[in-house]
């Protein structure tokens, strides 16, 4: 299944905690977070494709295409699923499915997609998330492309934000992965995770 699915890199944020700026293109151990992410991510989807807002050419360097919200004013993670579900409905028409994989989390499972599109198969639900630590991670997601027209609707007539606002109308797999020795979705949000992620590193 993995084939069929489009991986959308989530870096439309605004980074605020970070100080602004990208913060998917800060190093850890001399290596920028998101090329850490698409190391782990590309041998588990097909197409991958990278969501951020500006000029994109800061991106070049990785190949990818870059894809802005087709929502304005920086609508949150939803408005990137749906950018990411809208350009692979244009330009994967074999592709079923997005993942949706936040560009934070340096320490991303290797299986994850698999995973969730597993217990997808196993519950029949509509969708599948990540879990770890007694947390559910809504943004880490995989999603049916035939649900955009949905989405679209609650984004720009309901103005609906939160993921879980949007995904308690459908049935959604939770896949929890171990936290240790790390919390796979540990997240570098603010200057202090950037310095525990180097310290996680070099363990």
Known sequence: MTTGIVGVLLAGGQSRRMGGGDKCLRTIGGVTILARIIERVQ?????????????????AEFGLAVVADVVP????????????????????PGCHWIASIPTDVPFLPQNFITRLSDAMGKEGSDLACAASAGRVHPVIGLWPIKMRANLRHALIDEDVRKIDAFTEN?????????????????????????????RLIKQ
């Open 73 to 92: 004013d920086f609508a949150g993670p939803l408005a990137g699923i749906l950018s990411g579900m809208e350009w692979a409905a244009e330009h994967a």
């Open 170 to 198: 459908y049935r959604v797999a939770v896949v929890s992965f171990d936290s240790s020795p790390v919390d796979p979705f540990f997240n570098t949000n603010r200057p202090e995770d950037l310095e525990e992620a180097e």
């Open 43 to 59: 041998e588990q989807v097909g197409p991958l494709v990278i969501n951020a807002n500006g000029d994109s050419q800061r991106f």
